[in-house]
């Protein structure tokens, strides 16, 4: 046997459900430990890993596994040097067979939903589909270089993919530009770089200790704008939600959830009805639900995660037929932007929808990256034509609504 690889696999019993397979795989001086369950994850995975990054931590592994879409199964990876733990990765596996990827009643979409259903009948990916940003891996970078973490990731890849199981699409979802230069190797040449739309992010300036600092740097026709939207939620009750809230309101928040979600041209999943109620049991006060209340029935929501210095905003509802009227999500940005404020967070991720109103609010572009491969190689010259057929760009006009005369050098929180 090569030295160099080495692979051997164990089975653990999981509190009498069914075995958990873990598979072992050395490269170089390092190895790897592949998790079916968050239950098996070493001891200090949060202290090396998870701190860093709750979206990567035990508890928020433990939501995947207990709310995670029907369609999606994850496995947690551990990096070792020797002994030592010094990364995690989170894979996940995404079945389109039974899936509508695309929601509207139309024709057209139902040929573009058979089109990806034969394109695409599963899908590996390396990162966290139901968030934008790079939440798929960290890294201790004192005891490893960029170049020797992604030479790890796709030992990762070839191991998933050979053990566990081997899907028609591969993907690595969401990298700065900063990694850009460590995939022009010959490894990644048959991987299609792709760039779909940026991740919205509001970076909170040291001058806005309150909203009304904040609002005063907009230019008069952002600032009346705002002010007119609060206006149009007069009557309306806001309030952070506990976890017995969000179990008595599970169904009425899934409701308000499918209403955004089903009106979105394209999904890769749907949400359990009880992944809010995970969220909160396992994050606590990370994360954050605040609800909107009309004649004391809930007519909105938005959901937040706190992660340390950053807020990451999550999931949203509204009601449709008032949304417009009341302009419940403008209101809800302007609210996210607000906590933000009060707390003291360094940034706001807002994703990568809803990109121009998102600017309206302050909120900057920031490009990110994947990279796509199909497992039937003829196929992959194509991806190009391929992946903007089924995933095409929007169109958007970036809004700026801070004052062109405020100071260009006040300090950015980093």
């Known amino acids: 046997m090569n030295s160099r690889y080495f692979n051997a696999w164990l089975k653990i019993n999981f509190n009498g459900i069914k075995d958990k397979v873990i598979f072992v795989q050395s490269f170089m001086s390092y190895h790897l430990k592949i998790y079916a369950s968050a239950t098996g994850l070493p001891k200090n995975w949060d202290m090396v890993i998870g701190n860093h990054n709750i979206m990567l931590s035990e508890a928020y592994l433990r939501v995947l596994e207990t709310s995670k879409p029907q369609n999606m199964t994850c496995y947690f990876i551990g990096f070792f040097e020797a002994e030592h ?47 934008t940003g790079q939440n798929g891996f960290y890294f201790d970078p004192k005891k490893i270089s960029t170049e020797n973490m992604v030479s790890l990731l796709d030992e990762a890849v070839h191991k998933m ?25 010959g490894k990644h040449q048959d991987y299609f770089k792709f760039s779909v739309q940026p991740t919205m992010v509001l970076k909170v300036k040291e001058s806005w ?39 008595r309101y599970r169904t009425k928040l899934n409701q308000l959830y499918q209403n955004v979600a089903e009106n979105a041209p394209f999904n890769t999943f749907f949400l359990e009805e009880n992944h809010f109620e995970s969220m909160k049991e396992h994050l606590g006060n990370n994360f954050k639900v605040f609800g909107y209340f009309s004649d004391h029935e809930l007519i909105g929501f938005y959901t937040l995660i706190l992660n340390n210095d950053n807020i ?44 121009e109103i998102k600017s309206t609010i302050g909120a900057e572009p920031i490009e990110i990256f994947g990279l796509i ?3 039937y190689s003829v196929i992959n010259p194509f991806m190009k034509n ?14 700026n609504p801070f004052n062109i005369g405020s100071d260009p050098h006040s300090q950015i929180k980093k």
């Open 209 to 247: 200790q309150t909203f009304e600092n904040y609002l005063n740097d907009f230019s008069t026709k952002y600032r009346t704008r705002a002010k007119t939207a609060r206006k149009k939620l007069t009557g309306t009750d806001k309030r952070e939600l506990c976890f017995k809230d969000i179990r």
């Open 161 to 185: 993919q050979k053990e566990i199981r081997k899907t028609s699409l591969i993907i690595y979802k969401d990298y700065g530009a900063e990694f850009f230069p460590f995939f022009q190797d």
């Open 373 to 375: 491969r199909h497992t």
């Open 312 to 355: 990451d905003t999550y999931f949203l509802g509204y009601a449709k037929e008032i949304q417009k009227e009341k302009q419940i999500y403008l209101n809800m940005l302007l609210d996210m932007a607000g906590f933000a404020i009060d707390y003291q967070f360094k940034r706001v991720v807002f994703g990568r929808t809803a990109l």
């Open 85 to 131: 733990l010094m990364g995690g990765a989170l894979f996940q596996y995404l079945d389109f067979i039974r899936h509508k990827t695309f929601q509207k009643d139309e024709v057209w979409y139902s040929i573009r939903n058979f089109a990806a259903r034969k394109f695409s009948r599963d899908v590996m990916i390396l990162g966290n589909n139901m968030l």
């Open 386 to 399: 391929i992946f903007a057929s089924l995933s095409p760009k929007t169109e958007w006009v970036r809004r």
